[in-house]
């Protein structure tokens, strides 16, 4: 069809036609929103480079977790900063570590929401790695039994959904064996199936107190210009049992986004990470753009380019823009 036959416009033209016709839709259910628990009392500490965002103490962690749950929003997903670190990460398998207290504040004091856990080392290891170094770079296999304990913990103190973010190989079949063997079959993973080594997790560096001490983590992250490895580490996953699998991060890897959705029948999910948040927040601020309308933009993108899910700092925002219609 040809104009003057075909007239896009006739349909563009009025607001309830478009939203009519709109093929792609966003809402409050499909965000998840990342916290981040410290330990101690009376603790909110803004992020410098994440305006909005905190370091807070369990007490602000549950009522923030309160306002989550009453914007329609129905998951978080926690991160750790402990009181202390080492070199094995102890607190992160600790019975009585930061998240899981944490998870067990929550899940006590806002039982509808759905409380997901980031399994991961490097924000608990004083060398600010994934795991247990051995010859200057992360030993893969002795640090898989330290994930599946760090697992286990947070199913044992009542996280809903654990989420392992390490990029080590076979960590999803270590977590769903420890899982299942005791008694935890019905607990969901969410593996972090294709998470690149970026540079636009700058902020949540910040955020988690986890950069590292000494080189960097693309020995087990991801190269950013592979396409075609992204659906094998995706595959690896599946196979292992994952039951949702995510990309991270979200704005420069829509294509892998795209590629996941067209390969698996499983729920994809995005991380829209904390580099794209606060350069929305920062060019915001500045004036330059108009931010709810780019934050919901950029939220949309996740969801047309095939997400079901969006781990996203905008959350809340997100949440009220759509409940204003």
């Known amino acids: 069809m040809f104009f003057p036959t075909f007239r896009a416009?006739?349909?563009?033209?009025?607001?309830?036609?478009?939203?009519?016709?709109?093929?792609?839709?966003?809402?409050?259910?499909?965000?998840?929103?990342?916290?981040?628990?410290?330990?101690?009392?009376?603790?909110?500490?803004?992020?410098?480079?994440?305006?909005?965002?905190?370091?807070?103490?369990?007490?602000?962690?549950?009522?923030?977790?309160q306002e989550v749950y009453e914007l329609g929003v129905p998951?978080?997903?926690?991160?750790?900063?402990?009181?202390?670190?080492?070199?094995?990460?102890?607190?992160?398998?600790?019975?009585?570590?930061?998240?899981?207290?944490t998870i067990r504040a929550i899940k006590k004091q806002v039982p509808g929401l759905a409380v997901i856990t980031d399994v991961c080392m490097c924000e608990y290891t004083d060398h600010g790695h994934c795991g247990i170094i051995k010859d200057g770079d992360v030993d893969n296999?002795?640090?898989?039994?330290?994930?599946?304990?760090?697992?286990?913990?947070?199913?044992?103190?009542?996280?809903?959904?654990?989420?392992?973010?390490?990029?080590?190989?076979?960590?999803?079949?270590?977590?769903?064996?420890?899982?299942?063997?005791?008694?935890?079959?019905?607990?969901?993973?969410?593996?972090?199936a294709v998470k690149y080594a970026s540079g636009y997790y700058g902020p949540f560096r910040e955020a988690a107190e986890s950069t590292p001490q000494f080189g960097d983590r693309r020995s087990y992250q991801m190269d950013p210009g592979n396409r075609r490895e992204a659906v094998r580490e995706a595959r690896m996953d599946v196979e292992e049992g994952a039951d949702i699998i995510m990309v991270k991060p979200g704005l420069p890897y829509l294509d892998i986004v795209r590629d996941l959705r067209e390969e698996f029948d499983l729920p994809v999910a995005v991380y829209n990470v904390s580099g794209e948040y606060s350069m929305i927040k920062a060019a915001g601020r500045a004036g330059w753009i108009d931010e709810e309308r780019v934050m919901m933009e950029t939220l949309l993108s996740f969801k047309r380019a095939g997400a079901d899910l969006i781990l996203t700092y905008h959350a809340k925002e997100a949440a009220r823009v759509l409940k204003r219609g």
Do not use: C, W
């Open 9 to 65: 416009r006739r349909i563009r033209g009025k607001e309830v036609f478009r939203r009519m016709v709109s093929e792609t839709t966003l809402s409050a259910t499909d965000l998840i929103y990342p916290m981040f628990s410290a330990f101690g009392t009376g603790i909110r500490k803004e992020i410098s480079s994440m305006p909005g965002i905190y370091q807070q103490s369990i007490e602000h962690i549950v009522a923030e977790a």
């Open 75 to 101: 998951a978080v997903i926690l991160f750790g900063i402990p009181e202390t670190k080492d070199a094995v990460g102890s607190d992160a398998y600790d019975e009585h570590g930061i998240i899981q207290e």
């Open 141 to 192: 296999d002795e640090t898989l039994e330290l994930l599946a304990k760090e697992a286990l913990s947070h199913a044992e103190a009542g996280a809903d959904m654990v989420a392992p973010s390490d990029m080590m190989d076979g960590r999803v079949m270590a977590i769903r064996e420890i899982l299942d063997n005791h008694g935890y079959k019905h607990i969901p993973i969410m593996s972090y």
